[in-house]
């Protein structure tokens, strides 16, 4: 099916997106924990040069570190995966505003 096709209620159109390179980079992650094999996947995937794919996966790297959730799939005795997820928690800092003088 082409991207207009006509219906009773008038012209249809499909929006398609291409995908980006922070779905990617997000598509890599689930595949490896590797730094420099996320790179390589994801510049696979979307066909960009190496070195610029990868200074972003660095850069997605520092803020999932910084966020501090990570979930690992242990397998038990029997075989039987389970899911860990760790969470550090984020302290909410309360900004002062500033006092329009009256």
Do not use: C
């Not at 291409?18 to 997000?26: D, K, N, R, S, V």
């Not at 070195?51 to 039987?80: H, P, Y």
């Amino acid at each position: 099916m082409s991207g207009d096709w006509n219906t009773k209620y008038g012209t249809r159109r499909v929006r398609h997106d291409p995908p980006t390179l922070e779905e990617a980079i997000f598509a890599a992650i689930g595949i490896t924990d590797d730094v420099e094999g996320q790179a390589e996947i994801a510049s696979a995937l979307m066909g960009l040069p190496y070195d610029e794919v990868l200074a972003e996966v660095k850069k997605t790297a520092r803020v999932s570190a910084r966020t501090g959730i990570a979930t690992r799939v242990i397998a038990g005795e029997q075989g039987a995966q389970r899911s860990v997820v760790v969470e550090r928690r984020v302290v909410r800092r309360i900004l002062p505003t500033k006092r329009t003088g009256t």
